[in-house]
């Protein structure tokens, strides 16, 4: 334990260290130090390559969008949620979920960046290739809860693409599981239904990004054509492994 300690406290001097050198006036060194060293010590969190090649998703979503949106907007979140844990007060973070669980415990600025990190991570994942001109309908478990849940998945697509349309401005929608039910839900800005302050809370399993910069360039402002498009992409796969876990 005290070697742990002691581990925390030179880390979190290099850490700070660091700071002085790249990040931070003097004044808000004095005030970072003021703190608490061990609270202000955290892992960075990094960014992890796209599970596949940028143009993938092509024709549905283009190159250029997931170079941007991952590049850029995702490595935005990841250096701003490290900046984010390095310059304020908050409790020992070991993961973003233990974050989400006590959000009002963290700046706006981890709860934004935060949510960005941990929802794109999860958004790569759940698309896929498709080079087959073939509804990419959905198997297994997830195929039959879909169907127990909203009646057929004609009115799941419609539900759930009704919650990414009328997301007012920028925000995700969601599939959740939350007692063994599934639940259509959406969040603003970069929430998701993790976090202790979301209104409806349980396990996503299927995430769709409807911020601007995630259709922008090849759709426009037609958010419900990038939608229709997307449905061609979903990884039911992972979806049904997100579902296992859940239950
Ligand atoms: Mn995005």
Request: aromatic letters at 10%; glycine letters at 4%.
């Amino acid at each position: 334990m005290t070697e742990r300690r002691d581990f925390l406290k030179k880390s979190a001097l290099f850490s700070i260290g660091s700071l002085a050198a790249n990040l931070v006036s003097a004044e808000k060194l004095q005030a970072i130090e003021a703190l608490g060293k061990e609270e202000l010590f955290t892992e960075d969190f990094t960014l992890a390559p796209l599970p596949y090649a940028y143009d993938a998703l092509e024709p549905f979503i283009d190159k250029q969008t997931m170079e941007l949106h991952h590049d850029k907007h995702h490595q935005g979140y990841v250096t701003n949620l490290n900046k984010a844990l390095q310059t304020t007060k908050h409790p020992a973070v070991t993961s973003l979920e233990d974050i989400f669980k006590n959000m009002t415990a963290f700046d706006t600025a981890v709860r934004n960046n935060g949510g960005g990190h941990y929802n794109h991570t999860l958004f790569w994942s759940l698309m896929k290739e498709n080079k087959e001109a073939k509804p990419n309908n959905p198997d297994g478990k997830v195929a039959d809860a879909i169907n127990a849940s909203f009646g057929s998945l004609d009115e799941f697509k419609k539900q759930f693409a009704d919650a990414g349309a009328k997301r007012f401005g920028s925000g995700w929608a969601w599939l959740v599981v939350e007692n063994k039910k599934l639940k259509i839900t959406s969040t603003p800005n970069q929430d998701n239904t993790l976090m202790s302050i979301s209104e409806v809370k349980g396990t996503p399993i299927l995430a769709l990004d409807v911020w601007e910069h995630a259709y922008y360039l090849k759709y426009q402002n037609k958010r419900a054509d990038y939608i229709t498009a997307w449905w061609n992409v979903v990884n039911w796969t992972k979806v049904n492994e997100l579902l296992a876990k859940a239950e």
